[in-house]
């Protein structure tokens, strides 16, 4: 072997020895690969000072220790995830859509369908009144009739009714006016003799004369009533 | 024997806040950013290529989790399905930087040339010398691996936080990623080898010398 082949031979070997650095560092590696790396780097110099920088890269590296975070770095992350919490970016997106209804539509939903339902409640409440009080109803039969009023009507004489006498046959024409007993306390002679014999005859039987009272409502109120006596016999 | 019973324990624990989580529970949730806001912050911050909108993308990531709880059906731990949502929202914050943000350039902001090289516009100025407690300052080991991490293209760099400074093991890491075991483990050789040339530019870089984290063990 010349020196050369030898001296690459040599160079060949350190390549080799430097590929192990890294597994020889963390003891990565068989005992007997060890041993035959610290016999290479024992006998040369050139090896044993690169693994010696190697070595105390790896020091220097494993004694600078973590970077100090900066004052104030958790209370930041809590608020960060706090806020996170607040918009629930960690629920599923069904669970997250629910909690966004909740948050946001909900609200405006309740109030809304309160809306709704009190909106139909006066659509609906209006609509029955004007049915209950709009439409007319039916008349009951035991109904007096709205606005019923019944003239005065006579029913009988007390006694036996006085014939009226005067000098000529025409009818007389009168207005009564009954009170709510149905007894006769004026009257007038609209037509016919006026004479005071057929005054007092007129009277006579006026006063003996019982009426059913003027109603309204059926409520027995004063009224009047045109009465015509006819069939009077004129004397002579 | 204990160890399972504790882990039985553990999940049926997780199982009651997954539960209560479910629900919305103000004070689960409470409970959760208690004991995640942290770890989530720095995972998140270390991650960004500007550590400032760290706190807007862990309030996402927590707004994810709270509009998403409900379809978290325990396939992986509820730490695991916190990270992997947290570790998407990083690679879209980092989109949105790239076309957005990467506008608003400052000096002190690590710059790549079309070399692909690492450089800050404060660089390129006139007297641009730090004094001796400035590189001091500037070039403590922590901060120059914190940026030369934002450097690494975010599969790989993803991985590396995960490993290196929020201590996940393989299998939780392939988990939040939602690749293989074989994935994770060729990442993050990847993104340590990637991380040490990213190192060895800035150091290349510095005119003053102070990539202490190289110098120290190129010694």
Known sequence: ?236 | MGDLASAIGMAAEEATLVAELQTGSEQAFALLIAQYSQPVYSMIARSLRDPADAADVTQEVFVKVFRHIGSFHGDASLRTWIYRIALHEVSNQRRWWSRHKKQELTLDAQQENEEGDCFCLGDTLASNAESPLECAEHGEAKEQVAAALRTIPEAFRSVVILREIEGFGYEEIAEMLNVHLGTVKSRLTRGRAALREALKKDAAAQPCGCSRVVEEVSR
């Open chain 1, 1 to 236: 072997m010349s020196w050369s082949e030898k001296n690459s031979a040599v160079l060949q070997k350190c390549l080799e020895v430097r590929e192990e650095f890294s597994p020889y560092l963390d003891g990565d590696m068989s005992g007997t690969a060890m041993q035959s790396m610290a016999a290479h780097l024992g006998g040369c110099k050139d090896c044993a000072v690169e693994f010696a920088a190697w070595r105390e890269i790896q020091s220097t590296l494993g004694s600078m220790g973590p970077a100090k975070a900066p004052a104030g770095l958790q209370a930041r992350l809590r608020a960060a995830l706090a806020e996170e919490r607040e918009r629930g970016t960690h629920l599923a997106w069904d669970r997250r859509l629910a909690a966004m209804w909740h948050a946001t539509l909900a609200p405006f939903a309740i109030h809304a369908a309160t809306g709704t339902v009190a909106a139909l409640l006066l659509i609906g409440g209006a609509g029955a009144t004007i049915a209950w009080f709009g439409a007319p109803s039916e008349v009951q039969a035991n109904d007096e009739p709205l606005g019923a009023m019944t003239a005065p009507h006579y029913l009988y004489s007390e006694v036996p009714p006085q014939p009226i006498e005067f000098g000529r046959e025409a009818p007389v024409l009168i207005e009564a006016k009954v009170d709510d007993q149905g007894r006769v306390y004026d009257y007038t002679i609209l037509s016919g003799p006026t004479d005071k014999s057929v005054q007092r005859a007129v009277e006579a039987n006026l006063l003996s004369s019982v009426f059913q009272p003027a109603t309204i409502f059926g409520l027995p109120v004063a009224g009047h009533v045109v009465m015509t006596y006819t069939g009077v016999s004129v004397k002579g």
